[in-house]
């Protein structure tokens, strides 16, 4: 069985302040790991992936995350967000299928 | 990566009636999904089509509610029959690629009067 927890629903921030949206998965087999971005009104698109090799990924848009397989947790970082980085955030989990997180909204106030 | 279109982009339908939603992909695909995103909620995989055999539903979705037909690797279609209010929603449909990330069409929003 999988299963994908995002910690938090939602995470206000002031602009250029760092942020991190929490993700933590179970899997009875070996997964793969994504970060969605998904912008009011928009579809879902990409931000970035785990599949093998080194534990940090970065993505587009400043983003990067890092596996940590003995804590189960793929945790979403920016160093510093911008006003446009408001959006909704969705982790998903690829064992068997792709099972996706509740969502994270974060809202970036100036 | 994979572009995704999606037709209508919204529709406000009538109770009891059916609405058929398109999903063209620019490139030839195996896999195609339909999820459902209620309003400030997640993705809900609703069902998988391959091209030349019968959907795969997942638990709570079924195919007289929501038929889906897979006639080549390019194009789908998902029907929402004798609609209800519930089932208001965005529709995305996506396909996965051999690196397992999905690419996802802009959505169908649904309301149901």
């Known amino acids: 069985a999988q299963s994908v927890t995002q910690l938090d629903s939602q995470v206000p921030v002031f602009e250029e302040a760092p942020v991190e949206l929490r993700c933590n998965y179970s899997?009875?087999?070996?997964?793969?790991l994504f970060w969605y971005v998904q912008y009011p009104n928009q579809g879902l698109q990409l931000l970035l992936k785990y599949l093998s090799g080194s534990t940090l990924v970065k993505g587009i848009n400043g983003f990067e995350a890092e596996f940590n397989k003995s804590q189960t947790s793929f945790h979403l970082r920016k160093p510093s967000v911008h006003i446009s980085d408001t959006a909704e955030y969705f982790c998903?989990?690829?064992?068997?299928?792709?099972?996706f997180g509740a969502g994270t909204r974060l809202f970036v106030k100036a | 990566s994979a572009v995704i279109s999606q037709k209508p982009s919204r529709d406000i339908c009538q109770r009891g009636t059916s609405l058929t939603i398109q999903c063209q992909v620019d490139s030839q695909v195996t896999m195609m999904f339909w999820y459902r995103q209620q309003p400030g909620q997640s993705l809900t995989l609703i069902a998988t089509?391959?091209?030349?055999?019968?959907?795969?539903?997942e638990s709570g979705f079924v195919i007289d509610k929501f038929p889906i037909s897979r006639p080549n690797l390019t194009f789908s279609t998902l029907t929402v029959s004798n609609m209800s209010p519930e089932d208001s929603s965005i529709y995305l449909c996506?396909?996965?690629?051999?690196?397992?990330?999905?690419?996802f069409g802009p959505g169908t929003r649904l309301t149901v009067t």
């Open positions: 899997s009875s087999v070996s997964v793969y």
């Open positions: 998903a989990v690829r064992g068997f299928k792709t099972i």
């Open positions: 996506s396909v996965e690629a051999d690196t397992y990330e999905q690419y």
């Open positions: 089509a391959n091209q030349g055999s019968e959907a795969t539903y």
